[in-house]
């Protein structure tokens, strides 16, 4: 299995350099690191007493890849969950924070193990998808997938804004859709003819 700081690595390839969308709630971000992450770590790059976008376009990969290994997988506890979750999960914690867990909470509440959605992971959660993943290893790890995408999906159905992120201009799958996807069995993955009928009704 790959080590955390090759999935890192991953991670950052996959966020790529500075960006300042806005239709993006992060705001300006550098290798997937956002300004609200930085003001929360203290991280005044330049040293100006602030943390500002000069200090977003400072970020080096490495300093970001640092970052994702203490904040978004050690401090999580992700490292406690199966080794086969742990670059899924990640990923989306990366991506989306809390949200990350609660839907691996929920997924494993449906699943029929007690566990609490709350987005953090303690004893009861941990042992609950450690039970969920004896159960069914490789379901739970594409059902995981399949939420992450549906995850996606509801926000772009509830924000226009947000679905040129999940549909490229062309009408194909976007950038989340993709990324969900590549933790999942080619099996589960949408066809064009699939995806199409999903986002019909974006317009």
Not at 58 to 87: K, N, W
Not at 122 to 130: M, T
Not at 138 to 156: E, K
Request: contains cysteine; aromatic residues 8%.
């Amino acid at each position: 299995m790959q080590s955390v700081k090759d999935i890192a690595k991953e991670i950052v390839d996959r966020e790529g350099g500075y960006v300042n969308d806005p239709d993006d709630p992060g705001g300006a971000t550098n290798f997937g690191v956002t300004i609200h992450t930085m003001r929360r770590l203290g991280l005044d790059l330049d040293r100006d007493g602030d943390v500002d976008v000069a200090d977003v376009k400072r970020l080096t990969r490495a300093q970001a890849v640092d970052i994702f290994v203490t904040h978004y997988f050690e401090r999580p506890l992700i490292a406690e969950l199966p080794e086969s979750l742990h670059a899924t999960v990640f990923d989306m914690y990366v991506n989306a924070g809390g949200n990350a867990v609660k839907i691996l909470q929920r997924l494993v509440h449906e699943m029929g193990h007690v566990c609490t959605v709350d987005g953090a992971l303690g004893p009861q959660s941990i042992a609950a998808v450690r039970a969920a993943f004896a159960a069914a290893p490789q379901h739970l790890v594409d059902a995981y997938g399949v939420a992450r995408r549906n995850y996606y999906f509801c926000i772009a159905d509830r924000r226009p804004a947000s679905r040129k992120y999940a549909r490229t201009r062309a009408g194909g799958k976007g950038g989340w859709i993709k990324r969900a996807e590549e933790f999942i069995s080619p099996r589960f993955h949408l066809s064009a003819v699939q995806f199409q009928e999903r986002v019909a009704t974006w317009g």
